[in-house]
């Protein structure tokens, strides 16, 4: 049971976000690398390809493949994107990497911009954590006096310019076309595909977007090779991943661990169950992952392969751990609440649905649900999955989908009953403030 | 309209994107007036959009969309409370609860002496730290307890 | 090409079509509320769903590209479900009300939900209310009713050219809205209402007086501007409730101007003259027709008699019918006059002994859409002909490059990549220098005619780069805009515009001020050998003056001459649907004629298209169409040929029965020396005249809800902070304007789209009647 660091490695002391302690720890030698050995774009991306590198923001699409999509002989500008809107409920790694090494951004950042030839590009960084966004800038200024970012970074012809822009509070500008949206100056809706933003991104540029940690983790595959990323986790689910572990654990926070980890491992390594009550439920992936019973769960690996099996997904790494005393209805309804709220309003069934989930959900947790209730849900949600113009409509639909699915017979009680299966005064006890030893 | 001050912060906003491409800084500049003034009134986000060469319209459609700017008029000090998911099962509700209670107001209103206005936060991006809260949209407190809530309000209140 | 099968149907697409195209070529129709041909596509609605082959989920066929081999099923099982679905989405939040809706009967939304919609919904929750917006005078809105397709906001933006709606608030909040108390102040904005597909926004004139299936519906075209507008023309017992856009891709697509869609709202007006009226021993009197034209026609004929054929005139306006304007000249030279104008507003009439043919666009309205290079001179583009600045506007985003001269630089909404802000009295002087650069860019002599003039003048850095631009593009049109025309030295700035097309081997066009420009001088509504112009004929009063459709302090290059003249004249008659009060004063007969709904009539616009219509309710009062009038006058006069049965007969014999009549006819070059007499003299600053778009005819000046749009705010004295400062005034003050015909007190406004040295005081408003002509020196002083 062991933690395996990459990108939270030698991060001891207050100040590991300074440059010099991040070349100290061997930072930039991935970017001089490359530069010093002449290593051609392509192989850079062969590279990427062979470490079965997976997007860590939530699709889990293979990194490699998604670079090798940008348009090599496009004239004009090109633009590269990283996004740290972290929102949704549950994540907050990226947070934790920009905070403590925000130079592994920057430094996956430029060797991207490299392999894909994108002059500019924009680290989008979630409105909420202002500090980080201005510790960042500081950040960026360093890296540019150092000569890593800029014209002629390192002194040859390579340049490549990046900025950040801050969110303001709108957890869709995650959707990395929304997040283009954004970053254009409109509000964030959005945009239907095709195109993609490998061909209409950024001002109608080609574009590609990351997560924060999928271009952290791109030093350690250039410094150390594909293939022993790779070998870090298992066949198609390369590398280490950071999980974010919150709700009912003796230890909340950020755990790297290679891919493939058992759940259960990763449960220990967060302190286990808090209060020694009993496990009851999981959202392995986010909220937008569809919850998993306790049971199903604890045979689970912590990786994109088995937690998809078990009918899930892995998603940004968020694992929510809710405990006996949890009310279901309750959790579902607040989850349902954060989608109604944060829905765009832009396309018809997100618009009108994600409010519709609510008040039924709010219903029963109210005491005033029908017996028709569960079917209504049922259907609503698949009304809205696959018909909006992006997946925020199904990231709202799959929670209740999964809730009433493994937790039927709790929102049929609360129906019936107008009460919670789980007494009040239990519930009271599970969801109060709770200071964890890590702080 | 605005400082001198706020619109050098602005135009340093302003140059990060390319020339033609100046309404890429209406986020930025929205902020930055919404800091030296304490909110967007409809004047000031008129003022960003003739500075941004952006119509007034699509200055508010940004202003309305994104949560952390104000376009009603809020207290000294702004407190925004995570209640998502992932907080609420470490007390983040409770918080809130206690943070009503102290204040003697709901979320979405200011205290009597315009003191303090009290907001229901969805998800920061900072879920291990439960319960966390938000004052004045760049201060993030991670786990508050009853202790550093009143530790924070009395701060906030010199 | 791609192919594609579609319900079954297999079809060939041209590249990059989208499924929605497909569908529409292979005629299925896939219901949709978001998709608009004329906008972006947005996607949001979703109500296009349809069944893809191989896609895991059913893709909205307004935003899918067609791939080849594609197979689509629009109404299958799975389609339809999706569909379905939408549509219950939508209906959720969205009152079932559709009785007391305006839009009940005309509705999209209510079609649609008649076939995918369930009969009782299963939304138990409480609807969402939003509160209504304030858009103005022309547009009413009932949001609640709005579902967020974004056509109106997209609209504004892309066609319109100023985002003046957005849809602010996310999610289920989000409303459309202006910003913050703003009106939608477009002069296209009326379009909102048909984009509209449910009755969130609707007509504010026309609200809750008629239902759709209440009202007939009629083709018409529009009297305004020389672009013919086509319309549809809703009546209901006898009057008309509403006009709405006739599609015609050729000219107005599927958009109509406000002016064009509003100024209905004039028929009604109380100003209606609708007895013919005559004056003797100064009173006036209702008399029937049989009196009146007797009066008329002795009148005439006594004056001819006494005083001679060339002692009476007749003065035109342009917005009569084909019918009207060849009647009215063919009466006027069977009296023997050819005092015969219709160019009411024009100055300068030296290129009449050069013109053959009339002036026109130069150019189909449709191929602005192919030009790259385009050269306006002196124009109020944007206002003065609203659908063809769209056009220039959609072709600018295509590549269009466009440049200006002239003394104004009001926002058209459009890239105007060169712009020479130059006074009136300079323009002559500015396109020279244009052509001397052109001459040297493209190494072709200038013409020997204008060469000296042109070797005289400095090539100024705005006249440069409008030249370097012109050389660098491959089709070009130079085209002159209503302030071109009522220049004091159009001729010859025509004759530098012609050079400039020669230059560039492009066109060169006249865009013409009013719906039948063309037409009037097709039909020799024009002086003929020996007879005298407007000015002339104003300049030196006529004994009798025929007046159709025109009003002596609105319509004319001079107000303060026209009166003078009317008021000297033994006779005036005047022809026309309303009773002017200035006529009052100087008519000794008004003849109630009718407007363009209740006549047949003919319009030829500004690319020569001959547009016939028929009258759509019955004349008002006694009201009577032009054409018979001006026929039973002729008959009373004595005069051959004036046996008509009908309109068409008119038309036709107007039009030579041949086809290409028009076409043959079309053309108006000139070819004059270089003026040199100055465009204005004497000390002060240059008047600049608009002539707004409310005030501009007889039927718009009525309207009362365009009246209380802000285009139709009283005029100002417009000047740059210079001028301004040159003349001791500050924005806001009252300030006396002195001309050689007389002075009007206006509010000054500091402008800096006004050419130096320039004051731009409107036109065809009774506050700026007293300056007189629309050109010339202005003196300012504070008061
Ligand atoms: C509603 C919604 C919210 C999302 N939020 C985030 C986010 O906060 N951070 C993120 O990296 N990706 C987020 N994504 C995924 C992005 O769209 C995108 O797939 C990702 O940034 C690509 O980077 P990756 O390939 O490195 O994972 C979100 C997607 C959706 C539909
Ligand atoms: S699914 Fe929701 S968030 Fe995504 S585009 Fe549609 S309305 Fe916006
Ligand atoms: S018409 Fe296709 S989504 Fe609205």
């Given at each position: 049971?062991?933690?395996?660091?990459?990108?939270?490695?030698?991060?001891?002391?207050?100040r590991?976000?300074?440059?010099?302690?991040?070349?100290?720890?061997?930072?930039?030698?991935?970017?001089?690398k490359?530069?010093?050995?002449k290593?051609?774009?392509?192989?850079?991306?062969?590279?990427?390809?062979?470490?079965?590198?997976?997007?860590?923001?939530?699709?889990?699409?293979?990194?490699?493949?998604?670079?090798?999509?940008?348009p090599?002989?496009f004239?004009?500008?090109?633009?590269?994107?990283?996004?740290?809107?972290?929102?949704?409920?549950?994540?907050?790694k990226?947070?934790?990497?920009?905070?403590?090494?925000?130079?592994?951004?920057?430094?996956?950042?430029?060797?991207?911009?490299?392999a894909?030839?994108c002059?500019?590009?924009?680290?989008?960084?979630?409105?909420?954590?202002?500090d980080?966004?201005?510790?960042?800038?500081?950040?960026?200024?360093e890296?540019?006096a150092?000569?890593?970012?800029?014209?002629?970074?390192?002194?040859?012809?390579?340049?490549?310019?990046?900025?950040?822009?801050?969110?303001?509070g709108a957890?869709?500008?995650?959707?990395?076309?929304?997040?283009?949206?954004?970053?254009e100056g409109k509000?964030?809706?959005?945009r239907?595909?095709?195109p993609?933003?490998?061909?209409?991104?950024?001002?109608?540029?080609?574009?590609?977007?990351?997560?924060?940690?999928?271009?952290a983790?791109?030093?350690?595959?250039?410094?150390?090779?594909?293939?022993?990323f790779?070998?870090?986790?298992k066949?198609?689910n390369?590398?280490?991943?950071?999980?974010?572990?919150?709700?009912?654990v003796?230890?909340p926070?950020?755990?790297?661990v290679?891919?493939?980890?058992?759940?259960?491992?990763?449960l220990?390594?967060?302190?286990?169950?808090r209060?020694?009550?009993?496990?009851?439920?999981?959202?392995?992936?986010?909220?937008?992952?569809?919850?998993?019973?306790a049971?199903?769960?604890?045979?689970?690996?912590?990786?994109?392969?088995?937690?998809?099996?078990?009918?899930?997904?892995?998603?940004?790494?968020?694992?929510?751990?809710?405990?006996?005393?949890?009310?279901?209805?309750?959790a579902?309804?607040?989850?349902?609440?954060?989608?109604f709220?944060?829905?765009?309003?832009?396309?018809?069934?997100?618009?009108?649905?994600?409010?519709?989930?609510?008040?039924?959900?709010?219903?029963?947790?109210?005491?005033?649900?029908?017996?028709?209730?569960?079917?209504?849900?049922?259907?609503?949600?698949a009304?809205?999955?696959?018909?909006?113009?992006?997946a925020?409509?199904?990231?709202?639909?799959?929670?209740?989908?999964?809730?009433?699915?493994?937790?039927?017979?709790?929102?049929?009680?609360?129906?019936?009953?107008?009460?919670?299966?789980?007494p009040?005064?239990?519930?009271?006890?599970?969801?109060?403030?709770?200071?964890?030893?890590?702080? | 309209m605005?400082?001198?001050?706020?619109?050098?912060?602005?135009?340093?906003?302003?140059a990060?994107?390319?020339?033609?491409q100046?309404?890429?800084?209406?986020?930025?500049?929205?902020?930055?007036?919404?800091?030296?003034?304490?909110?967007?009134?409809?004047?000031?986000i008129?003022?960003?959009?003739?500075?941004?060469?952006m119509?007034?319209?699509?200055?508010?459609?940004v202003?309305?969309?994104?949560?952390?700017y104000d376009?009603?008029?809020?207290?000294?000090?702004k407190?925004?409370?995570?209640?998502?998911?992932?907080?609420?099962?470490?007390?983040?509700?409770?918080?809130?609860?206690?943070?009503?209670?102290?204040?003697?107001?709901?979320?979405?209103e200011?205290?009597?002496?315009?003191?303090?206005?009290?907001?229901?936060?969805?998800?920061?991006g900072?879920?291990?730290?439960a319960?966390?809260?938000?004052?004045?949209?760049?201060?993030?407190?991670?786990?508050?307890t009853?202790?550093?809530?009143?530790?924070?309000?009395?701060d906030?209140?010199? | 090409?791609?192919?594609?099968?579609?319900?079954?149907?297999?079809?060939?697409?041209?590249?990059?079509?989208?499924?929605?195209?497909?569908?529409?070529?292979?005629?299925?129709y896939?219901?949709?509320?978001?998709y608009?041909k004329?906008?972006?596509i947005?996607?949001?609605?979703?109500?296009?769903?349809?069944?893809?082959?191989?896609?895991?989920?059913?893709?909205?066929a307004?935003?899918?590209?067609?791939?080849?081999?594609?197979?689509?099923?629009?109404?299958?099982?799975?389609?339809?479900?999706?569909?379905?679905?939408?549509?219950?989405?939508?209906?959720?939040?969205?009152?079932?009300?559709?009785?007391?809706?305006?839009q009940?009967?005309?509705?999209?939304?209510q079609?649609?939900?008649?076939?995918?919609?369930?009969?009782?919904?299963?939304?138990?929750?409480?609807?969402?209310?939003?509160?209504?917006?304030?858009?103005?005078?022309?547009?009413?809105?009932?949001?609640t009713?709005?579902i967020n397709?974004t056509?109106?906001?997209?609209?504004?933006?892309?066609?319109?050219?100023?985002?003046?709606?957005?849809?602010?608030f996310?999610?289920?909040?989000?409303?459309?809205?202006?910003?913050?108390?703003?009106?939608?102040?477009?002069?296209?904005?009326?379009?909102?209402?048909?984009?509209?597909?449910?009755?969130?926004?609707?007509?504010?004139?026309?609200r809750f007086?008629?239902?759709?299936?209440e009202?007939?519906?009629?083709?018409?075209?529009?009297?305004?501007?020389?672009?013919?507008?086509?319309?549809?023309v809703?009546v209901k017992?006898?009057?008309?409730?509403?006009?709405?856009?006739?599609e015609?891709?050729?000219?107005?697509?599927?958009?109509?101007s406000?002016k064009?869609?509003?100024?209905?709202e004039?028929?009604?007006?109380?100003?209606?003259?609708?007895?013919?009226?005559?004056?003797?021993?100064?009173?006036?009197?209702?008399v029937d027709?049989?009196?009146?034209?007797?009066?008329?026609?002795?009148?005439?004929?006594?004056?001819?008699?006494?005083?001679?054929?060339?002692?009476?005139?007749?003065l035109?306006?342009?917005h009569?019918?084909?019918?009207?304007?060849?009647?009215?000249?063919?009466?006027?030279?069977?009296?023997?006059?050819?005092?015969?104008d219709?160019?009411?507003r024009?100055?300068?009439?030296?290129?009449?002994?050069?013109?053959?043919?009339?002036?026109?666009?130069?150019m189909p309205?449709?191929e602005?859409?192919?030009?790259n290079?385009?050269?306006?001179?002196?124009?109020?583009?944007r206002?003065?002909?609203?659908?063809?600045a769209?056009r220039?506007?959609?072709?600018?985003k295509?590549?269009?490059?466009?440049?200006?001269?002239?003394?104004?630089?009001?926002?058209?909404?459009?890239?105007?990549?060169?712009?020479?802000?130059?006074?009136?009295?300079?323009?002559?002087?500015?396109?020279?220098?244009?052509?001397?650069?052109?001459?040297?860019?493209?190494?072709?002599?200038?013409?020997?005619?204008?060469?000296?003039y042109?070797a005289?003048?400095?090539?100024?850095p705005?006249?440069?780069?409008?030249?370097?631009?012109?050389?660098?593009?491959?089709?070009a049109?130079?085209w002159?805009?209503n302030?071109?025309?009522q220049h004091?030295?159009?001729?010859?700035?025509?004759?530098?515009?012609?050079?400039?097309?020669?230059?560039?081997?492009?066109?060169?066009?006249?865009?013409?001020?009013?719906?039948n420009s063309?037409?009037?001088?097709v039909?020799?509504?024009?002086?003929?050998?020996?007879?005298?112009?407007?000015?002339?004929?104003?300049?030196?009063p006529l004994?009798?003056?025929?007046v159709?459709?025109?009003?002596?302090?609105?319509?004319?290059?001079?107000?303060v001459?026209?009166?003078?003249?009317?008021?000297?004249?033994g006779?005036?008659v005047?022809?026309g649907?309303?009773?002017?009060?200035?006529?009052?004063d100087?008519?000794?007969?008004?003849?109630?004629?009718?407007?363009f709904?209740?006549?047949?009539?003919?319009f030829?616009?500004?690319?020569?298209?001959?547009?016939?219509?028929?009258?759509?309710?019955?004349?008002?009062?006694e009201?009577?169409?032009?054409?018979?009038?001006?026929?039973v006058?002729?008959?009373?006069?004595?005069?051959?040929?004036?046996?008509?049965?009908?309109?068409?007969?008119?038309?036709?014999?107007?039009?030579?029965?041949?086809?290409?009549?028009v076409?043959?006819?079309?053309?108006?070059?000139?070819?004059?020396?270089?003026?040199?007499?100055?465009?204005?003299?004497?000390?002060?600053?240059?008047?600049?005249?608009d002539i707004?778009?409310?005030?501009?005819?007889?039927?718009?000046?009525?309207?009362?809800?365009?009246?209380?749009?802000?285009?139709?705010?009283?005029?100002?004295?417009?000047?740059?902070?210079?001028?301004?400062?040159?003349?001791?005034?500050?924005?806001?003050q009252?300030?006396r304007?002195?001309?050689?015909?007389?002075?009007?007190s206006?509010?000054?406004?500091?402008d800096?789209?006004?050419?130096?040295?320039?004051?731009?005081?409107?036109?065809?408003?009774?506050?700026?009647?007293?300056?007189g002509?629309?050109?010339?020196v202005?003196s300012?002083?504070?008061?």
């Amino acid at each position: 049971m062991s933690t395996h660091e990459l990108i939270f490695a030698g991060l001891d002391g207050d100040r590991t976000w300074r440059l010099e302690d991040y070349v100290a720890r061997g930072g930039y030698s991935a970017l001089k690398k490359i530069i010093n050995e002449k290593i051609s774009p392509e192989d850079v991306i062969a590279e990427v390809k062979k470490s079965g590198l997976r997007g860590r923001g939530g699709a889990g699409f293979p990194t490699g493949l998604k670079w090798s999509f940008m348009p090599r002989a496009f004239p004009g500008a090109k633009y590269l994107a990283c996004n740290s809107d972290e929102g949704e409920p549950g994540t907050f790694k990226d947070r934790d990497i920009l905070r403590y090494n925000p130079h592994s951004v920057i430094e996956g950042m430029t060797i991207a911009a490299y392999a894909m030839g994108c002059e500019r590009g924009y680290n989008y960084i979630h409105g909420e954590i202002f500090d980080v966004y201005q510790r960042f800038e500081e950040a960026l200024a360093e890296a540019r006096a150092a000569g890593f970012l800029g014209q002629n970074i390192l002194g040859t012809d390579f340049g490549f310019e990046l900025f950040a822009h801050h969110g303001y509070g709108a957890y869709i500008c995650g959707e990395e076309t929304a997040l283009l949206e954004s970053i254009e100056g409109k509000k964030g809706q959005p945009r239907f595909k095709p195109p993609f933003p490998a061909s209409y991104g950024i001002y109608g540029k080609p574009t590609t977007i990351n997560n924060t940690e999928t271009f952290a983790s791109v030093p350690f595959i250039i410094n150390d090779g594909g293939e022993h990323f790779l070998n870090l986790g298992k066949p198609n689910n390369g590398g280490t991943k950071i999980f974010s572990v919150s709700g009912h654990v003796g230890r909340p926070g950020n755990y790297e661990v290679r891919l493939g980890t058992p759940f259960s491992e990763l449960l220990a390594l967060a302190g286990g169950v808090r209060g020694g009550r009993r496990l009851k439920a999981v959202i392995p992936g986010g909220s937008s992952a569809p919850v998993l019973p306790a049971d199903i769960m604890m045979d689970c690996t912590m990786d994109y392969d088995s937690i998809s099996k078990a009918g899930s997904m892995l998603g940004s790494g968020a694992v929510i751990v809710m405990d006996e005393s949890t009310c279901m209805v309750k959790a579902l309804e607040r989850l349902s609440y954060f989608y109604f709220e944060e829905s765009c309003g832009q396309c018809t069934p997100c618009r009108e649905g994600t409010g519709w989930l609510y008040r039924v959900v709010h219903r029963i947790e109210h005491g005033k649900g029908r017996p028709e209730d569960l079917d209504l849900l049922n259907s609503v949600t698949a009304n809205i999955m696959g018909r909006t113009i992006c997946a925020l409509g199904d990231a709202a639909s799959m929670p209740v989908q999964s809730f009433v699915k493994h937790f039927g017979s709790e929102f049929e009680y609360h129906i019936e009953h107008k009460q919670c299966l789980v007494p009040a005064d239990v519930q009271n006890e599970g969801s109060k403030i709770y200071v964890g030893p890590t702080c | 309209m605005l400082s001198q001050e706020s619109l050098a912060r602005i135009d340093v906003e302003v140059a990060k994107y390319p020339p033609e491409q100046k309404q890429s800084a209406v986020m930025g500049a929205l902020r930055i007036a919404q800091e030296e003034k304490g909110w967007l009134a409809n004047e000031t986000i008129d003022f960003v959009a003739r500075y941004l060469d952006m119509a007034p319209i699509a200055a508010f459609e940004v202003a309305s969309f994104y949560n952390m700017y104000d376009i009603e008029p809020v207290g000294k000090h702004k407190i925004t409370v995570c209640t998502n998911l992932p907080c609420a099962l470490s007390g983040g509700v409770h918080a809130a609860e206690y943070i009503k209670q102290k204040l003697g107001i709901d979320f979405n209103e200011t205290t009597a002496d315009g003191k303090f206005t009290l907001k229901e936060g969805e998800c920061m991006g900072a879920c291990g730290d439960a319960p966390v809260l938000l004052v004045n949209n760049h201060r993030m407190c991670s786990w508050m307890t009853p202790e550093k809530i009143d530790q924070m309000l009395a701060d906030l209140d010199k | 090409m791609l192919e594609i099968e579609i319900d079954g149907k297999v079809i060939q697409v041209n590249d990059g079509s989208t499924v929605m195209d497909a569908a529409t070529q292979a005629g299925s129709y896939v219901p949709h509320f978001c998709y608009h041909k004329k906008l972006s596509i947005a996607a949001n609605c979703r109500m296009c769903l349809v069944q893809v082959e191989k896609a895991p989920k059913p893709l909205p066929a307004c935003a899918t590209p067609v791939t080849n081999g594609m197979k689509v099923w629009t109404h299958s099982e799975a389609a339809v479900k999706a569909q379905k679905g939408v549509m219950e989405f939508l209906l959720i939040n969205h009152p079932l009300d559709c009785p007391i809706c305006d839009q009940g009967g005309e509705c999209q939304l209510q079609d649609l939900a008649v076939g995918y919609g369930d009969s009782s919904s299963r939304y138990q929750e409480e609807k969402r209310v939003v509160l209504n917006k304030n858009l103005g005078s022309l547009v009413a809105t009932d949001m609640t009713r709005c579902i967020n397709c974004t056509r109106c906001v997209r609209f504004t933006q892309e066609i319109a050219g100023e985002m003046e709606l957005g849809q602010a608030f996310r999610g289920e909040h989000a409303e459309i809205m202006p910003f913050v108390e703003k009106t939608v102040d477009s002069e296209l904005s009326g379009n909102i209402i048909d984009l509209c597909p449910v009755g969130a926004l609707t007509s504010k004139p026309f609200r809750f007086s008629a239902r759709t299936w209440e009202m007939s519906r009629r083709k018409s075209v529009s009297p305004h501007d020389s672009l013919g507008s086509n319309l549809i023309v809703q009546v209901k017992h006898d009057t008309v409730k509403r006009v709405l856009p006739l599609e015609n891709e050729a000219i107005n697509e599927c958009w109509l101007s406000d002016k064009d869609r509003f100024a209905y709202e004039a028929l009604g007006s109380d100003e209606r003259l609708t007895k013919p009226m005559i004056r003797q021993g100064g009173e006036w009197q209702e008399v029937d027709w049989q009196t009146a034209l007797e009066f008329v026609a002795n009148g005439l004929k006594s004056t001819v008699r006494e005083q001679g054929a060339q002692s009476v005139g007749a003065l035109l306006s342009p917005h009569a019918t084909l019918e009207e304007l060849h009647l009215a000249q063919k009466l006027m030279r069977g009296l023997g006059s050819e005092n015969i104008d219709s160019r009411l507003r024009q100055a300068d009439f030296s290129g009449d002994a050069s013109r053959s043919g009339a002036p026109w666009l130069g150019m189909p309205i449709a191929e602005v859409a192919s030009l790259n290079r385009l050269l306006v001179v002196g124009s109020f583009l944007r206002k003065d002909h609203p659908l063809l600045a769209q056009r220039v506007r959609q072709a600018a985003k295509r590549g269009l490059r466009v440049s200006y001269v002239g003394p104004n630089a009001e926002d058209w909404l459009l890239p105007v990549r060169n712009r020479a802000l130059v006074a009136p009295g300079k323009m002559l002087a500015e396109l020279a220098g244009v052509v001397k650069a052109l001459s040297l860019a493209v190494s072709k002599p200038v013409s020997g005619a204008i060469a000296d003039y042109v070797a005289a003048v400095a090539i100024s850095p705005a006249a440069q780069a409008i030249a370097d631009d012109l050389a660098a593009g491959s089709s070009a049109a130079v085209w002159l805009g209503n302030l071109a025309a009522q220049h004091p030295q159009a001729a010859s700035l025509q004759q530098l515009a012609q050079e400039i097309a020669r230059l560039v081997d492009g066109r060169v066009g006249i865009i013409g001020e009013a719906a039948n420009s063309v037409g009037a001088h097709v039909v020799g509504a024009v002086p003929g050998a020996g007879g005298r112009n407007v000015a002339d004929m104003l300049d030196k009063p006529l004994a009798a003056y025929l007046v159709l459709g025109a009003e002596a302090e609105f319509d004319f290059a001079d107000a303060v001459k026209t009166r003078t003249a009317f008021e000297q004249a033994g006779l005036v008659v005047s022809l026309g649907a309303f009773r002017s009060v200035a006529a009052l004063d100087y008519a000794d007969a008004m003849l109630p004629i009718a407007p363009f709904t209740e006549t047949a009539g003919t319009f030829v616009n500004c690319e020569g298209r001959v547009q016939s219509f028929y009258g759509v309710v019955k004349p008002l009062g006694e009201t009577r169409p032009g054409w018979k009038v001006l026929r039973v006058l002729g008959n009373l006069l004595g005069l051959d040929g004036f046996d008509f049965a009908k309109a068409d007969e008119v038309c036709v014999e107007a039009l030579g029965g041949s086809p290409e009549f028009v076409s043959e006819r079309l053309g108006g070059l000139v070819d004059v020396p270089l003026s040199s007499q100055p465009a204005a003299e004497g000390k002060g600053f240059e008047r600049v005249a608009d002539i707004p778009l409310y005030f501009a005819d007889p039927l718009v000046r009525r309207a009362p809800s365009l009246q209380k749009t802000k285009d139709a705010a009283a005029p100002l004295a417009r000047m740059n902070a210079a001028t301004a400062a040159a003349s001791g005034v500050a924005d806001g003050q009252l300030v006396r304007l002195r001309s050689a015909a007389g002075v009007v007190s206006l509010t000054a406004r500091v402008d800096e789209a006004v050419a130096d040295g320039c004051v731009r005081v409107a036109g065809a408003h009774q506050s700026t009647a007293g300056l007189g002509p629309l050109s010339g020196v202005i003196s300012v002083e504070g008061l």
